[in-house]
C-alpha cells in the first residue's frame, strides 16, 4: 500500500522567507505521480505543482518548486520569497496504482 | 473555463434525513471522485467514476452511502438515513484520465445534528 508522510504539523515562517515543506512517500510502483495542492482557510483545494516518478527535472511552478529526491522517497515544496496569502494548509499527495493518497498536510501560517 | 462545480455549497440536515450532493465535472473529464475530509481521518476516497461507470467504491463507508454518474456531466452521492458522523466537508474532483491532476470543486460542508 503506498502511503504519504507530512511530519510537520504546523509551521511558522516570516513573511518574505523562502519555506520548505515536508513529504516522504511509500510505495512499491514503480510509475507514480506527487502533488501538491493547498487549502485555504476558505476550504477549496488547489493543484499546486506535479512531479512524475520519470522525471529527471525537478518541477516548477512560480513561486512554487519541487525537491524530487527519488532515491530518498522525498517529494519537497518549495516555496520562495513568502507571502501573506501563502498562510493555509498544504497536502501532499500521491498517485499509484492504489489511487490518490493525501498526506495528513502542514498547517502554514506566514507572519508579517 | 468553470472548475468543477458543487451544489449544495453547505447543508444542515437532522439525523435521519437524506441527503443529496451534486457535481458536475469539469467538460471533458473522464473522470470523477468523491473525497470526504474530517479532522480526525483526513481526506479519504469514496469512490471513483471512470466513463460515467463506478470503478472503486471500496472507500464508501456503508451501505447507507451510494453514489451515481448518470451522465458525464453530473453526478450525485447520496446518504440515506444520515447520521451525525457523516459531518464532514465532501468533494468532487475530476480529471483527464485516471493519472492525470484532479481538479477539486469548492466542496459541500455537511452537518448532520
Known amino acids: 500500500a503506498q502511503k504519504i508522510t507530512q511530519t510537520q504539523p504546523g509551521m511558522f515562517v516570516q513573511e518574505k522567507e523562502a519555506v520548505t515543506l515536508d513529504c516522504t512517500y511509500d510505495?512499491?510502483?514503480?510509475?507514480?505521480?506527487l502533488f501538491w495542492y493547498k487549502q485555504p482557510s476558505s476550504g477549496e483545494m488547489i493543484f499546486l505543482i506535479y512531479?512524475?516518478?520519470?522525471?529527471?527535472q525537478n518541477a516548477t511552478e512560480g513561486r512554487y518548486s519541487l525537491n524530487f529526491q527519488k532515491a530518498r522517497k522525498s517529494a519537497n515544496l518549495v516555496i520562495s520569497a513568502s507571502q501573506l496569502g501563502d498562510s493555509a494548509m498544504y497536502f501532499c499527495a500521491m498517485r499509484g496504482a492504489d489511487g490518490l493518497t493525501f498526506g495528513k498536510g502542514t498547517h502554514l501560517i506566514i507572519q508579517p | 473555463d468553470a472548475g468543477v462545480i458543487q451544489s449544495p455549497r453547505h447543508e444542515v440536515t437532522e439525523m435521519g434525513q437524506e441527503v443529496t450532493l451534486r457535481c458536475k465535472p469539469i467538460s471533458g473529464h473522464d473522470y470523477l471522485f468523491w473525497y470526504r475530509q474530517t479532522m480526525m481521518r483526513g481526506l479519504e476516497l469514496l469512490i471513483y467514476?471512470?466513463?460515467?461507470?463506478?470503478?472503486?467504491d471500496s472507500g464508501m463507508p456503508e451501505d447507507r452511502f451510494s453514489a451515481k454518474m448518470p451522465n458525464a456531466s453530473f453526478s450525485t452521492l447520496k446518504i440515506q438515513p444520515s447520521e451525525p458522523r457523516d459531518s464532514a466537508v465532501y468533494f468532487c474532483a475530476s480529471s483527464f484520465g485516471g493519472a492525470d491532476t484532479q481538479y477539486f470543486g469548492p466542496g459541500t460542508r455537511l452537518t448532520v445534528l
Open positions: 510505495t512499491s510502483d514503480q510509475s507514480y505521480g
Open positions: 467514476f471512470n466513463n460515467n461507470v463506478p470503478i472503486d
Open positions: 512531479q512524475g516518478s520519470y522525471d529527471e
